[in-house]
């Protein structure tokens, strides 16, 4: 995949071939398995446990939804995603494919080759060394939009510098080719290719989103982590920015994670949401299985933040604070992910499950009564 491209087999076509990342994982069926699957991801800083234990898969074409307050560690399960830390412990793959391992990871596999190895199992040794190949190449098809659209774009790059980055770095120097992609993708985010000579203080804030959505969208990634991408910015263009990634999302094929704080944001434009609190993911399930059965206390508590413009409703709602050593009582067993229906996990214990089980049903009972 070094291969350098220059003008003939540019026009030959080449790049097409080179950005398709079916043409070395042939064997990934996305009916069959998840696009992302993240296994026991754990990523501390000195004492703080960013990401603690953290599972979860995403599957083709969906928009996956993670979620929680502040200094939960949502870009920190992101960004090591992509690779940009040696993560503590864990695997992830992406197209059925190893794209990262952990440090206590890799101890395991270690043991379990010697093993393997002493007990002249060659069958089991080549298994492992297939199984510890990561994909670099591969990583280039997951692409981040980063948080702070200010912060993440040079300013004293032009656009155009800007969007063309990821080309040149796969080895594309056709200038012609070049300009032509970066006007294409300027247009496909609702710029204009005249942009490209400018310089991001220059742009708006919904702007320089849009130009930090091109830069993701330039190598046809398969992937796209979006780290909060519109919450800096005014609501009236929030909403603009979601529809131009459902549009691309449609349009490219495109699977989503989409970071946000904050409940209200995901529920419309997410399949699957993921809630995480403090390192830990505390509640998994489909959007609309979440907003029926809100299972997790800390769940609950971002619910309750969310207004709804039915005025009964807001007489009655009231902002529920989760205090988790006033909640839980782990003293005896502690909270494992449990699925409590098919798909829909939550972070408990025994006790705590068959108390869920009992409440979905007194859910479902009080909603049948509602629609009465
Ligand atoms: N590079 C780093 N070095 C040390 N600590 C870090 C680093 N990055 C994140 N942290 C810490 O890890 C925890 C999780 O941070 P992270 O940025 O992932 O949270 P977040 O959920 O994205 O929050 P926000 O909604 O504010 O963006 C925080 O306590 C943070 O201070
Ligand atoms: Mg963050």
Not at 20 to 43: A, C, G, M, S, W
Not at 237 to 256: F, K, P, S, W
Not at 277 to 293: I, N, P
Not at 321 to 328: I, N
Request: net charge neutral.
């Amino acid at each position: 995949m070094s291969e350098k491209l220059v003008g003939r087999e540019l026009k030959e076509n080449k790049l097409d071939t080179l950005l398709r990342v079916d043409n070395y994982t042939p064997d990934f069926d996305p009916e069959k398995e998840p696009i992302l699957r993240v296994e026991h991801l754990k990523q501390y800083f000195k004492s703080t446990k960013a990401v603690d234990d953290v599972s979860f898969t995403i599957q083709k074409g969906e928009v996956f939804g993670l979620v929680g307050e502040s200094g939960c560690g949502k870009t920190t399960t992101g960004r090591s995603i992509i690779g940009l830390y040696e993560i503590n412990d864990g695997d992830v793959f992406f197209r059925g494919k190893r794209i990262g391992m952990g440090v206590d990871a890799m101890k395991r596999w270690k043991k379990a080759y010697a093993e393997a190895k002493a007990a002249g199992d060659r069958a089991k040794m080549d298994e492992l060394k297939k199984d510890k190949v990561i994909h670099k190449d591969l990583m280039t098809k997951i692409q981040m939009i980063f948080q702070d659209p200010v912060g993440s774009l040079d300013p004293r790059m032009t656009v155009r510098e800007i969007i063309a980055e990821g080309l040149k770095i796969r080895g594309i120097r056709d200038k012609r080719f070049i300009e032509d992609r970066v006007a294409e993708v300027l247009e496909k985010v609702g710029l204009v290719p005249e942009h490209a000579e400018r310089y991001p203080h220059e742009f708006s804030g919904g702007q320089r989103q849009r130009i930090g959505i091109a830069r993701a969208i330039v190598l046809q990634p398969d992937l796209i982590i979006a780290d909060e991408p519109i919450s800096a910015l005014d609501v009236s263009i929030q909403a603009q920015v979601i529809n131009l990634m459902n549009d691309l999302r449609d349009e490219m094929g495109l699977t989503i994670m989409f970071i946000a704080h904050d409940l209200s944001v995901v529920k419309y434009f997410s399949d699957r949401i993921g809630v995480m609190y403090y390192g830990k993911m505390v509640e998994l399930a489909d959007s609309d299985e979440l907003f029926a059965h809100p299972l997790h206390p800390y769940t609950r508590s971002l619910l309750s933040a969310i207004p709804l413009p039915d005025p009964n409703y807001e007489k009655r709602r009231k902002r529920i604070t989760y205090v988790p050593s006033l909640t839980h009582d782990y003293t005896k067993e502690g909270p494992t992910f449990k699925e409590v229906l098919p798909g829909h996990f939550v972070l408990c214990n025994t006790a705590e499950f068959e108390k869920y089980q009992a409440e979905i049903v007194e859910m479902d009972a009080n909603a049948r009564r509602k629609q009465q």
